[in-house]
């Protein structure tokens, strides 16, 4: 390890120790593998607003809609923007209404992955196999800082590696941000992970700074049953290839032309191995 490098940022932390005192901001594009491509990935806006004792990684547009729907108010607020949106009025007066059309906030991100830092506790919150749930896991990461070094963001950072739920992942963590939390489970290193690898899984820090923004609260948490970790994934691995069938079960027949928004089965096989960020299950 470089240790004269790794003595001087680790140094900064005492220096930077106010930053810690605020709550950090950090965008990341999230990847995950298309099940319908050996090559393409999915690429997702996520954020990560942490204090150093608690935070929240999420998607802002759907944090924003859960927001509106949490009340009557903003209900109503929501769909009457939809409407304006969606809705038109031909030469015959007859209406249509196209979903596809105008800026309108549309939950497209579930995923909720909240941490206490000072209770080793982190609850994820999601939608699997067509239900809202969540669990509770402890906090546990055994990572191995490496001699490599790497600038993102203008920031210095280390690496290190550990395996989490079964993948190998190699993160970038930089002592200038003195805050050990990162992207969805990440957390634990002397610094602010701004980029972690797993194969083609990864999350990449595309903007970084202070913020005066509260770390923000899942909406409606009544709503979510709980459920076993290991169980909401194998879940998910069978209504990803049985996505048709959980539909028609749940709703009564779905036809080809009403399944569009709901998604038809995928051409790709979802296996763990290939697609599922933990495989320990």
């Known amino acids: 390890m470089k240790l004269n490098y790794l003595l001087s940022v680790l140094l900064t932390v005492s220096v930077l120790s106010s930053y810690a005192e605020e709550k950090v901001k950090v965008k990341y594009d999230a990847y995950v593998p298309s099940v319908n491509s050996e090559t393409n990935v999915k690429k997702t806006s996520m954020t990560l607003i942490s204090n150093g004792e608690k935070s929240l990684y999420f998607n802002e547009t759907s944090l924003l809609v859960d927001s509106m729907t949490s009340t009557p108010e903003g209900k109503k607020a929501l769909r009457e923007m939809q409407m304006a949106a969606w809705m038109t009025q031909g030469a015959d007066g007859r209406l249509t209404i196209d979903m596809t059309k105008g800026n309108v906030p549309k939950k497209t991100v579930c995923q909720y992955v909240e941490k206490n830092l000072g209770n080793n506790e982190l609850t994820e919150y999601n939608k699997w196999m067509e239900e809202f749930g969540f669990y509770s896991e402890p906090l546990a990461i055994e990572w191995t800082i490496g ?120 051409s790709g096989k979802f296996t763990k191995e290939k697609h599922a960020m933990e495989i320990d299950y």
């Open 147 to 266: 001699d490599s070094t790497t600038t993102i963001l203008d920031y210095e950072c280390l690496m290190a590696t550990a395996m989490v739920h079964g993948r190998e992942w190699t993160a970038w963590f930089t002592p200038e941000i003195p805050v050990g939390d990162g992207p969805w489970k990440l957390f634990g290193l002397p610094g602010m992970i701004l980029k972690a690898q797993s194969g083609r899984f990864g999350f990449n820090a595309t903007e970084v700074g202070q913020t005066n923004v509260a770390v923000p609260s899942v909406y409606s948490t009544n709503e979510y049953e709980k459920i076993e970790r290991t169980k909401a994934l194998s879940n998910q691995e069978y209504y990803e290839n049985n996505r048709m069938a959980v539909l028609n079960a749940k709703f009564g027949t779905v036809t080809s032309s009403t399944s569009s928004n709901t998604g038809n089965k995928k």
